[in-house]
């Protein structure tokens, strides 16, 4: 079988005033043409370091510093610059992981993909117009020939990443290199695209290197498998190979970290339970770790069971109790309880302004009416697509968004009638964790002041000693160390800076926790500890959580009660295991099954299907 990229033993290091760092050491790997190649890893394996050896846009501080990249016959490691720029976007193209930072903001998404065209196929403007229109139709932009014109602003996150792909697509490559092409999508995107990617490779007869840290997806797209870890090959094989016979013990922790729609942990498993790592003379030595009766049982068994509304209320729902039919420890809020949250005909109106005098033309409807409950104790899960208001939900109950109409409610207390004194004091009573934690955390602050600042805010003990020394025990709380205190954001990973937005939230002792998408970002070992400290700390302080996300195995794995969001309106609502397990409506039915799988009956079936084709 003929190849069309040969990796042999290759070795990126960065030099670095701390010493060299082997990102990539020793990796070898063939991909044969039309076969899809899943490269998967955490943050720091060097999966992207990898793609961008391939690609040969290293930063200044890197270099390869051996091994052979032949594609298509020639080795790119010995390609002076000028041949390197005539490869890249016609033999090789990548698509990156966020399409808003790789697209510029001040040319339309059409010109961009035209530009490709004419630089490597000398044509001219009108004929690389017209490719481009034929290339957002092949990729499932509607209306291309209107869509070609817009801006990126002025696309959704998903049609940004189809653009991508056209882009990369336009000179019709032989190798496309995909690098997290779906991390930040809902899952109904995420298949399409994954889909799309399928369609096109069996039609062109392109190869794709696809590089995720999500092994859901892996299974929905890769013929074979590559797992890195800290720069080195620990297991590699064909898809089914690996999901069904996994031999790394890195590997059985990677597939049994990641929270999935039938999975029976109540709390998740890390990679540490599968493995330990020591440096032994220079060199990395692992440990596969089995796992105890005990620690199974502990995975299994603990944990606190699912709080669930009134009786009554659940039989309103079409939900009604049913003992037999539930856990032994989940329990229902007593009759009569005042709930935490109260919404009630929310809604959220965005103006859209028209003409010179910028005149109101109409109203984009965000959020339309949304009414729900959550009880002291409870996790409520908010789930739904990008753009169906889930989020603006969130920021509306803060009043970080105005609202145009409804009630919030906290603890019988009318959020949207208080004055701006009354409503910073209240908001000390409920706090917010973004999707994004670099971005949530100013970067010229250190970690002491950014955790230290609501404290000073909200007038929270005496002294700066006091607020230090506070600041000093949450964040051991959340799992960091008081050591952290005077360093800065960026001296962190991302997981450790979602644990300081949560120290930070809880720095004024709230009683309700607005999670936004806080973990989607996150590699999957990392977000199997964020989402078990939740638990933890739900169990020890008693928090409520409103958890939004698009993720349902997530949203399934946290949430007692689910509401489902589609358009700005509530389509579904009751508790989280029965709309699993019997969905009411065709939206919430049809995010299920846009959830990735990576069951083995269902992988077979897919390398049955590429085996007959």
Not at 131 to 154: C, K, M, N, W
Not at 297 to 304: D, F, I, Q, S, V
């Amino acid at each position: 079988m003929t190849n069309t990229l040969a990796v042999e033993n290759l070795r990126t290091y960065f030099r670095t005033d701390a010493g060299i760092v082997r990102a990539v050491d020793g990796v070898s790997f063939q991909i044969p043409v039309g076969h899809t190649l899943g490269i998967v890893g955490e943050s720091g394996s060097g999966k992207s370091v990898t793609s961008l050896s391939i690609m040969r846009l290293l930063a200044t501080s890197a270099q390869i510093e051996s091994g052979k990249i032949v594609l298509l016959g020639r080795d790119l490691v010995k390609l002076p610059e000028p041949d390197m720029r005539s490869i890249r976007g016609r033999d090789v193209s990548m698509i990156f992981q966020e399409p808003m930072t790789s697209l510029n903001p001040v040319y339309t998404v059409g010109s961009q993909v035209a530009e490709a065209i004419i630089v490597h196929q000398r044509v001219s403007r009108r004929e690389a117009r017209q490719r481009t229109i034929a290339l957002f139709r092949e990729v499932g932009i509607p209306q291309p020939e209107q869509r070609v014109d817009s801006y990126p602003h002025q696309m959704s996150g998903g049609q940004k990443q189809r653009v991508m792909i056209a882009m990369a697509l336009s000179c019709n490559p032989k190798l496309l290199i995909a690098d997290e092409p779906t991390t930040a999508l809902d899952v109904t995107v995420q298949a399409q695209i994954l889909q799309m990617l399928r369609r096109l490779r069996d039609q062109r007869g392109m190869s794709i290197l696809f590089i995720t840290h999500d092994l859901g997806v892996i299974a929905e797209i890769a013929d074979e498998v590559l797992v890195m870890y800290r720069g080195e090959m620990v297991e590699q094989g064909p898809v089914l190979d690996i999901f069904a016979k996994p031999h790394h013990p890195y590997t059985k922790g990677l597939l049994a970290c990641r929270p999935r729609l039938d999975t029976k942990y109540r709390r998740l498993p890390t990679v540490d339970d599968f493995m330990e790592v020591k440096m032994i003379d220079g060199q990395l030595e692992i440990r596969e770790k089995p796992m105890s009766d005990d620690r199974y049982r502990e995975l299994t068994a603990e944990g606190r069971g699912a709080v669930l509304h009134p009786k009554s209320e659940l039989a309103a729902m079409g939900h009604p109790w049913e003992e037999t039919s539930r856990a032994a420890d989940t329990v229902a809020v007593e009759e009569g309880t005042r709930p935490l949250l109260e919404v009630v005909d929310l809604a959220v109106h965005f103006p859209v302004k028209k003409g010179i005098l910028s005149r109101t033309h109409d109203y984009i409807r965000a959020v339309d009416g949304v009414s729900f409950r959550i009880y002291r104790g409870q996790t409520l899960g908010l789930v739904g697509e990008s753009g169906c208001g889930k989020t603006t939900s969130g920021r509306a109950i803060l009043r970080l968004v105005e609202p145009t109409a409804g009630k919030i409610l906290l603890d019988g207390t009318d959020v949207r009638a208080l004055g701006v004194r009354e409503l910073r004091r209240i908001r000390s009573r409920m706090q917010i964790v973004f999707q994004d934690p670099y971005g949530s955390l100013d970067p010229r602050m250190t970690i002491e002041s950014a955790v230290t600042e609501p404290m000073v805010i909200q007038g929270l003990y005496g002294n700066r000693k006091e607020r230090r020394d506070r600041a000093a025990s949450l964040l051991e709380e959340v799992g960091m160390s008081a050591a952290h205190l005077r360093r800065y954001p960026h001296e962190f990973s991302g997981g450790q800076r979602q644990r300081i937005c949560i120290a930070r939230a809880l720095a004024v002792e709230p009683e309700l926790l607005i999670c936004d998408e806080s973990v989607s970002a996150l590699d999957v070992s990392v977000q199997a500890q964020v989402l078990n400290l939740l638990n933890d700390l739900q169990h020890k302080r008693g928090l409520t959580y409103l958890f939004i996300s698009h993720d349902l195995s997530v949203v399934k794995f946290m949430a007692d009660m689910m509401a489902v969001m589609n358009q700005g309106k509530i389509v579904e609502f009751g508790p989280s295991q029965a709309i699993y397990a019997a969905p009411r409506e065709a939206y919430t039915r049809g995010l299920i099954d846009a959830t990735p799988q990576d069951d083995l009956e269902h992988i077979r079936q897919l390398v049955t299907e590429r085996e007959r084709s």
